[in-house]
């Protein structure tokens, strides 16, 4: 890692086949550990069930309220301040059930590339 000051990019949002817009915060090599990326989903969308391959990955809730399904867990409700911790290859998908945008960090290590993400929509034993 070396000494970075990384400037708001929210005006480079963009949408994801995940289902959801993202905006990466930091995703290069003078922080070669860990992808941060700010996800956020209008009130009623869903993103796609969905696994990351060889990356695991950390949701923390800034704005709203969602109802996230990750591995063999029940679906539970989220809120500003919550942490999931997802481990690499297990499947997951957040919905915003609040009035509101829900808007969380997504932090990945290592770094997220588009290679890694494995949409398993409609898989018999995706939800």
């Not at 000494?3 to 963009?14: N, R």
């Not at 209008?42 to 949701?59: C, I, K, Q, S």
């Not at 290590?109 to 494995?118: A, E, K, R």
Request: net charge negative; proline share 7%.
């Amino acid at each position: 890692m070396t000494v970075s000051v990384k400037l708001s990019a929210v005006a480079e949002e963009y949408f994801f086949e995940e289902g959801c817009y993202i905006t990466e915060l930091s995703n290069s090599d003078d922080d070669a550990a860990v992808s941060i990326a700010r996800a956020r989903l209008a009130p009623g969308e869903a993103t796609r069930w969905h696994m990351l391959r060889d990356t695991g990955e950390r949701y923390v809730l800034l704005q709203g309220c969602g109802l996230v399904e990750v591995g063999d867990m029940p679906p539970q409700e989220v809120v500003p301040g919550d942490v999931v911790l997802i481990p690499p290859l297990t499947r997951q998908r957040i919905a915003s059930v609040g009035q509101t945008d829900l808007i969380f960090l997504a932090i990945c290590s290592p770094p997220f590339t588009p290679d890694v993400y494995i949409d398993i929509e409609g898989e018999k034993d995706s939800g």
